[in-house]
């Protein structure tokens, strides 16, 4: 499996670095942004060093179904019966800043009602 050294989230993922984790499975972590910008602010971080959705291979989809299906299950442990919102961060015009795929689960007070406008 594809990993980078100097890669923060990598760091994170073999448990170099502290987080506080609230699943891991053998293909992903997830745990609590550092900071967070609604009551709940998860990382949903592939173990594989994916840079972004951008470099996503064909060999990758069962990878990402699986988080597709896991977004909601998380979101309803921690108590998010009303919704949450998902965002991929793609490249520096998207705003990513770390450049190991994840995905932003945020949820319950905080949240910004429909708009797209906040910056996570
Ligand atoms: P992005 O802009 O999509 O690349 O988001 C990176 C996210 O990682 C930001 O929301 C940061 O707050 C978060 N972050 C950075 N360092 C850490 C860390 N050590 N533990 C948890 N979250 C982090
Ligand atoms: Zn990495």
Do not use: W
Not at 65 to 72: S, T
Request: proline share 4%; with cysteine.
């Amino acid at each position: 499996m594809n990993t980078d050294p100097d890669c923060l989230f990598c760091k994170i993922v073999a448990g170099e670095i502290p987080s506080e984790q609230v699943y891991s499975d053998e293909q992903l972590i997830v745990f609590k942004d550092i900071n967070p910008k609604a009551a709940v602010h998860l990382l949903i971080v592939p173990r594989e060093h994916i840079i972004s959705l951008k470099e996503l291979e064909k060999k990758h989809d069962s990878l990402i179904a699986h988080i597709m299906h896991l977004l909601p299950k998380i979101a309803q442990e921690q108590g998010l019966e009303n919704g949450f919102r998902t965002v991929i961060n793609t490249g520096t015009g998207g705003g990513q800043l770390i450049f190991h795929l994840h995905f932003h689960l945020l949820g319950g007070e905080g949240l910004s009602g429909a708009g797209f406008s906040r910056a996570v």
